[in-house]
Every structure is written in C-alpha cells, then in structure tokens.
C-alpha cells in the first residue's frame, strides 16, 4: 500500500548545483502536485499536472521545472539550487473529480 | 483570492483537555474544507472535509463544522490524547486550486 512515494528523503546542496525529486503514486491517479512548506507559511503550490502531458505553474513556479514522465511520475527538477530553496518538498496526487489530495512523506532539502 | 487563516500555534494542552484551533476562509466561491493533519516525519493526512455549508466533518473524536455565514470551518475535540500531538493544517479547495493555512502546532502533554 504504497501511496504516493518520494525519494529521497534528505539531501543537501551547494549554491548551484542542480537536483531532481522524485515522486511515484501507484493509486491511478490523474492528478499531481508539487508543493513547498516553509515555517509559518503553510504549503505552496509549485507545479501541478491535471494529466499525463500537461504541467501547469502555481503559486511559486520560479526556479524549478517539471515532468510528467507517465500517469505514475512527476519530478520537480532545481536547475541551479539557492539557499531560498531550502525547504521541505511533498509530492501529492489527487484522482479525476476529487478533492482530496494523498501527500508523500516529503524531501527535506537543504541547500548551503 | 481565496485564502485560509488558522489560529497560530503552538498550542500545548494536557492530556484530556478540550481542544480548538480557529479556521477562516475567503473564497470567491462555495469551496470544500479540509483539516489535513501531519504527524512528525510525515506527509499531509486528511483528518476531514465538509463540501457544502452545514456539514460536519468527523474522524478519530475530531469534528469541524462549515459556517457559511462567518466562513468558518473551526476543528474541536472534546477530550486530546498524547497522540494527537502533530501540526494540524486547515485547506480550503475550490474548481481544482488548494490553498492551505500556515499550521497550528499542537502538543499534548500527559
């Protein structure tokens, strides 16, 4: 009973380097999401994808980039990491129609 | 735009006593409410929803009723446990856009 699964959990970054999360669901769902959690802020939409093929910005899009590999992938992609990026990342997926989004455990990333 | 304001935390209770953390909305229309709850190293959980004005949501002794007229969806519990101790996030979703309140941490002592 997988979920929706993120990898990996923590990594740390130097100011410039570039890195891709990872995020996989396994429940058929349409619908996928990237967000930020910054203390005091809530979570921040970054991209989503309402479909296989198509990726839309949110709230915070500047400085990542997207892919929606297949109905199961979305990856969130730092070309060139910044210490404003220091956050937790969490990956989530809704289905067709529904409300309610299931999150992953989350990235922790910290970038120096 | 639509927005989510909960009451800042944190809040420390001990075990057994009542609990409520203060949700309000803005929305241009009728949106879904949530409570997603997050347990320490862990993603976002629903804890419950409401879809329209007058329902309760419920789950686990936790209850949350949507007030259209002061655009309110607070969360109670009449008695915490020591594991309810997490960071409680009140959401609202409307036409496929989700916005979360900032957290409200909550910590239950025995």
């Known amino acids: 009973n997988a979920g929706v699964t993120q990898t990996p959990k923590f990594q740390v970054l130097k100011t410039g380097q570039s890195m891709t999360l990872q995020c996989a669901q396994d429940?058929?769902?349409?619908?996928m999401y990237w967000y930020r959690q910054d203390p005091g802020m809530g979570l921040r939409l970054i991209y989503y994808s309402a479909s296989e093929g198509t990726t839309d910005k949110g709230e915070v899009p500047n400085g990542y980039n997207v892919s929606r590999l297949n109905k199961r992938e979305f990856s969130l992609r730092l070309e060139s990491a910044a210490p404003s990026q220091t956050s937790v990342y969490f990956c989530?997926?809704?289905?067709?129609?529904?409300?309610?989004?299931?999150f992953g455990a989350g990235t922790r990333l910290s970038v120096l | 735009g639509n927005s989510v304001t909960q009451m800042e935390g944190p809040v420390t209770l001990s075990e057994e006593a009542f609990l409520t953390i203060n949700c309000t909305y803005t929305a241009t229309g009728y949106p879904s409410l949530f409570w997603y709850v997050q347990y320490p190293g862990e993603g976002l959980q629903l804890l419950l929803k409401a879809t329209k004005a007058d329902d309760k949501g419920s789950n686990k002794g936790f209850e949350a009723t949507y007030r259209k007229e002061t655009t309110s969806f607070h969360l109670e519990k009449g008695s915490v446990q020591v594991s309810d101790s997490a960071v409680y996030f009140c959401a609202l979703s409307f036409n496929n856009d989700m916005r979360f309140g900032a957290g409200t941490r909550l910590t239950v002592k025995p």
């Open positions: 989530a997926s809704s289905g067709t129609g529904e409300s309610i989004q299931y």
């Open positions: 429940m058929n769902h349409n619908s």
